[in-house]
C-alpha cells in the first residue's frame, strides 16, 4: 500500500526558488516511476517531470526544463522538485504521483492516468 504526502509549496516572488518534497510510504520497497504532476484552475493536469527510482536521468517538460530538478533520496523515501527561476505561469497545486514495479521510460510525456497513487497537493503560488 503506497502513500505520497507533498510538502513545501507556498508563495514566492518571480525568480524565486522552492523546493517541494514528497514522502513515499510503502513497506513494499519496490522501485517505482515517481512523477511530479501541476494543475492550474481551468487547465488539465500537466506531467513536469518523472523520475525512475531503480536509477537513470529525470524526464522534464519543455516548459520547465533547466528551472526544475527532480531527484530522490532512497535513504528518506523521498523524492524532491527543486524550482528556481519561478515564474507567475508556474502557480498551480503540484502533486506527486507514483506507479510501482514500472520504469519511466516509454511513458514520456508522463501523464496522469499512467499513476495510480497521487497525493494531496500542495499549492505553489508565484507572483
Known amino acids: 500500500h503506497v502513500q505520497l504526502v507533498e510538502s513545501g509549496g507556498g508563495s514566492a516572488q518571480a525568480g524565486g526558488s522552492l523546493r517541494l518534497s514528497c514522502v513515499v510510504a510503502d513497506s513494499s520497497k519496490n522501485t517505482k516511476c515517481m512523477g511530479w504532476f501541476r494543475q492550474a484552475p481551468g487547465l488539465e493536469r500537466e506531467g513536469v517531470a518523472a523520475i525512475y527510482t531503480g536509477g537513470g536521468d529525470a524526464y522534464y517538460a519543455d516548459s520547465v526544463k533547466g528551472r526544475f530538478s527532480m531527484s530522490e533520496d532512497n535513504a528518506k523515501y523521498t523524492v524532491y522538485l527543486q524550482m528556481d527561476s519561478l515564474k507567475p505561469e508556474d502557480t498551480a497545486i503540484y502533486y506527486c504521483?507514483?506507479?510501482?514495479?514500472?520504469?519511466?521510460?516509454?511513458?514520456?510525456?508522463?501523464?496522469?492516468?499512467?499513476?495510480?497513487?497521487w497525493g494531496q497537493g500542495t499549492q505553489v503560488t508565484v507572483s
Open positions: 504521483a507514483a506507479r510501482s514495479l514500472a520504469v519511466c521510460a516509454g511513458h514520456y510525456p508522463p501523464t496522469a492516468d499512467f499513476f495510480p497513487k
